[in-house]
């Protein structure tokens, strides 16, 4: 073989010895940029997730609270609706009640009539 051969072949083996180098580094920087990147989004992330779990309990008092309220206004709502159900009840016993007196004093009326008609007949 040429020296000129054998030169050649050493200077295409360094060029591609660098190019491979120098890929790897690229490689490597782009890896690096990638994590960066990444680390910083998990941290954007974490400190929205301590914000979140934050706010949930700064709001959990409120909801016990409310839970509570709620639970009450349900127990007078359903005493109120015995209460009304009773309330209806009399209500319809002495409308009932005020129909059979209305009938009652109109036959007495009549009967009151009938004899006042006997009377004068007599």
Excluded: N, W, Y
Excluded at 75 to 96: F, Q, S, V
Aim: hydrophobic share 40%.
């Amino acid at each position: 073989m040429s020296t000129l051969l054998i030169i050649a072949i050493v200077v295409v083996a360094i060029v591609l010895i660098a190019l491979v180098v120098r890929a790897l580094q690229a490689r490597a920087t782009k890896h690096e940029a990638e994590r960066q990147h990444l680390g910083e989004e998990a941290s954007q992330h974490r400190e929205q997730a301590d914000f979140h779990v934050a706010k949930a309990r700064e709001l959990g008092p409120d909801a016990s609270s409310e839970r509570e309220l709620a639970d009450a206004h349900e127990r007078k709502a359903e005493t109120h609706e015995e209460a009304a159900r009773g309330h209806a009840e009399r209500a319809d016993a002495l409308e009932e009640r005020i129909k059979r007196e209305g009938e009652a004093a109109r036959r007495h009326d009549d009967e009151a009539g009938d004899r006042e008609q006997r009377i004068k007949d007599d």
